[in-house]
């Protein structure tokens, strides 16, 4: 059944780049021994016991197999300084890894380098979710550097945190 929305998918667009997202990048490596990785805002907690996270990937995003067969990966949350990092791994380019400082995590996923935080993650689940997949990620391991600021999207901008909302603790 198609829903007829009141309403065209760029007005939606814009509706939800009013709602500010961390950057990351999803990395993984496939089963030829090829680094993966691509810039995903889609990215959500799910649960803390057990520890889930989700993020979503568009049906017709380059390397889709390799993220929908992937056992393993790696939740990079970029921090302000790393704009380049996260336009790099937006677009279609032959290695985005080349020149990238990286570490190798759980299943060979790829840990970027400079990160405020990165969460080494086992495939759980996978539902569909209209033009996009949904991955249940379990968190395996962690690492955070609470002192690195994180990288903002917001209205199809990058943003940084400009300033603490006192009384909101």
Known sequence: MTHSASFDSLALRR???????GVTVVTLRDDAGRWQGLTVNSFNSVSLDPPLILWSLGLGTPGFEAFQNAEWFAVNILAADQVAVSQRFAT???????GIAVRRGLGGAPLLEGCVAA????TE???PGGDHIIFIGRVER???DPERPP???YQGRYRGIGQVIQ???
């Open 92 to 98: 279609p380019i032959a290695d985005k890894f080349a």
């Open 119 to 122: 969460l080494e993650c086992r």
């Open 142 to 144: 962690l690492h955070h």
């Open 167 to 169: 009384g909101a603790d």
């Open 151 to 153: 990288l903002l999207y």
């Open 15 to 21: 509706v939800l780049g009013a709602f500010t997202t």
């Open 125 to 127: 689940t996978i539902y």
